[in-house]
């Protein structure tokens, strides 16, 4: 299906779980704003953002590549429920995640706490177990 997406947007009108792009409207952000923070997370594929029912995609904000550079990328997540915290290895529609073992293997890897986003069962499946992240 084509995407559609809304209108440009500034920095300052992105708001916590909103949904970015870049000038080459390739691929689809979730914003997250934390303790000062600002984070963006990759949404794989269409069935992906069609399974979180309230993103839309006329909601979806194009963003200069400055902007969409002011986000630090996160590909840390943990399930809905769950304490087990995962990397996120992304490969065009599908990827590979690796599970991050223990607090010290996440800090030594430079990972921030704020930087996990809680994802749906729908979003982990597109990823396949791999290995577990070794210490650093």
Do not use: C
């Amino acid at each position: 299906p084509a995407l559609m997406f809304g209108l440009p947007a500034q920095a300052a009108t992105i708001v916590d779980g909103d949904v970015i792009t870049g000038p080459d409207k390739i691929d689809v952000f979730i914003v997250k704003l934390i303790n000062g923070k600002m984070f963006k997370r990759l949404v794989l594929n269409t069935q992906v953002f069609a399974s979180y029912g309230h993103l839309k995609w006329e909601n979806v904000q194009q963003v200069s590549q400055a902007v969409l550079d002011s986000y630090v990328t996160s590909d840390v997540v943990r399930m809905d429920g769950d304490t087990m915290v995962y990397r996120l290895i992304p490969d065009g529609d599908t990827g590979t995640k690796q599970w991050i073992g223990t607090a010290e293997v996440f800090l030594g890897l430079g990972y921030d706490w704020d930087m996990i986003y809680t994802i749906n069962m729908i979003s982990i499946e597109f990823f396949n177990l791999v290995n577990l992240v070794n210490p650093v």
